[in-house]
């Protein structure tokens, strides 16, 4: 395909939001390729696209994220732009994106995943335990509010959001004592050392998908598809495959508290999956290991068996 690979004259477009963490994600897809191919840098370009989920966040910084649209607000403008030719390829953080894509598009190339764990964040606090009772906690995720509700019911939860340097800065103004950032995001963007400690699985599981980043495709581009393949890295494609099955069959969003992670040993997946009550105060949990190959059936099944046992009306609070 050496006459159908892109140049500096005619560069193939590589969409993301413009945050910190979004361009050293595009950053890194643009070098993996370039490497692929042996090509310039400049043979890729990056186009940074403004969402209405950028602009709704800075506008409503101290509302819930659920409250001004969800996750999908973050993507739109990206994939229309990739469905309209604009770009040529998009790339996201997996754990944000939707389980389903628009028409026409492909999200099936996953780099090497990074750490999958939530970091602890303080400036005065060593870890999770460290926190003393109403010690104030912050945090947008569904998720770890549910999470922490359950755990920790003696903290007082907050609303917080925006990128590490905004965070940190709200540390320091006293809006919180600590709250969390994902690990994966704070080594792609060289600040691991922001976090006080990294919390293990059976302490926190994380978000499905955390710690992935994803390729998004026009579906007939076969010339873009056939480059995608050299950097799609199978193992987290396997592992992706049992999560989003697990959250396709909840129907997994943004307002709901679900956290699951698949690994692989040898031939082997283990799956665990969580749901929770908004306000942590009912947590259902399993744990399944299935050969790799039938991890996406194990995924909608425990889905299927989690929202059985939840019944009606679980998530309502």
């Known amino acids: 395909m050496t006459q159908d690979l892109p140049s500096p004259s005619a ?56 409250t001004i649209g969800g996750k999908g607000l973050f993507t739109r403008e990206i994939e229309e732009a990739l469905l309209a030719g604009g770009i040529d390829i998009a790339v996201h953080s997996m754990k944000d994106m939707p389980v389903a894509q628009p028409g026409g598009l492909a999200l099936d190339t996953y780099l090497p995943r990074e750490d999958v764990r939530d970091g602890f964040v303080s400036l005065a606090h060593g870890g999770l335990d460290a926190l003393p009772a109403g010690a104030r906690v912050g945090s947008s995720s ?53 976090a006080r400690a990294a919390l293990e699985p059976e302490d926190m599981l994380p978000a499905v998908a955390q710690g992935a980043i994803g390729i998004e495709r026009r579906a007939g581009d076969t010339r873009v ?3 995608l393949e050299a950097i799609h890295d199978a193992e987290t494609g396997q592992r992706l495959a049992a999560e989003r099955a697990f959250l396709a069959g909840l129907d997994g969003s943004c307002q709901t508290p679900i956290a699951g992670l698949a690994e692989l040993a040898g031939g082997d997946l283990r799956l665990r999956g969580e749901i929770l009550r908004s306000d942590g105060s009912e947590v259902i949990t399993d744990d399944v290991s299935v050969p790799v190959a039938d991890g996406a059936e194990a995924g909608a099944e425990m889905a299927r068996k989690m929202r059985a046992q939840a019944g009606e009306g679980f998530f309502d609070l």
């Open 11 to 66: 560069p193939l477009r590589i969409g993301t939001r413009g945050s910190p963490l979004a361009l050293a994600q595009a950053h890194e897809t643009r070098r993996r390729l370039a490497d692929a191919f042996d090509l310039a840098a400049e043979a890729f370009e990056i186009v940074v696209i403004k969402t209405t989920g950028d602009n709704r966040a800075m506008i409503d910084a101290d509302q819930p994220l659920k």
């Open 142 to 194: 569904l998720r770890r509010r549910a999470q922490m509700m359950a755990r920790r019911p003696d903290l007082e939860l907050v609303e917080f959001r925006g990128n590490v340097q905004t965070r940190m800065r709200k540390l320091g103004e006293g809006v919180a004592d600590a709250t969390f950032l994902a690990m994966a995001g704070l080594r792609r963007l060289d600040m691991v050392h922001v």
């Open 225 to 227: 598809a056939a480059m």
